[in-house]
């Protein structure tokens, strides 16, 4: 028996401290999604530019953007590293569900702003 409990422990102490990386914590569940060398300017801009600037641009964001400007660097990163903006596009029940009357974003975008955000949501 506490050869046992030895094992489960060793096992136990083993898996937990396995290396996380990108390929394993981000599954390239869309085989085309290339997730190398994500940045802010090169591949979070431009989702932001294709989905989201219609309502949460500089100029409409007061107006139809619910007070946020995605077009302005430091108020996309406080809310990345407040949690509401992965909670928006990934539909999460406490968020509004973004882009707001829109299809969900693809996988991949998903999966980019979200290394984005864990590396830190800096300003690359
Ligand atoms: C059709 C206009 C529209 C589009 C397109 C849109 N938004 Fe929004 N967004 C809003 C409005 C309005 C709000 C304020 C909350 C509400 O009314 O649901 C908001 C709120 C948010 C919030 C705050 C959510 C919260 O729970 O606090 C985030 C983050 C956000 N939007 C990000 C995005 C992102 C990222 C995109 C593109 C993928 C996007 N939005 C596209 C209109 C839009």
Known sequence: ???LIL????VAFFAGCYYDNEET???KLDKGCDTTGVTYSKSVVPIFQT???SCHSASQYLGSG??????DFNSV???ALKGNLFGAITHNPKNSAMPKNGAKLDTCSIT???IWIDHGAINN
């Open 51 to 53: 989905n989201c600037l």
């Open 77 to 79: 990163q406080q809310v």
């Open 66 to 71: 619910g007070n946020i400007n995605l077009d």
């Open 25 to 27: 914590l981000y599954p």
């Open 7 to 10: 094992f489960t422990l060793i």
């Open 112 to 114: 980019k702003i979200k």
């Open 1 to 3: 028996m506490k050869k």
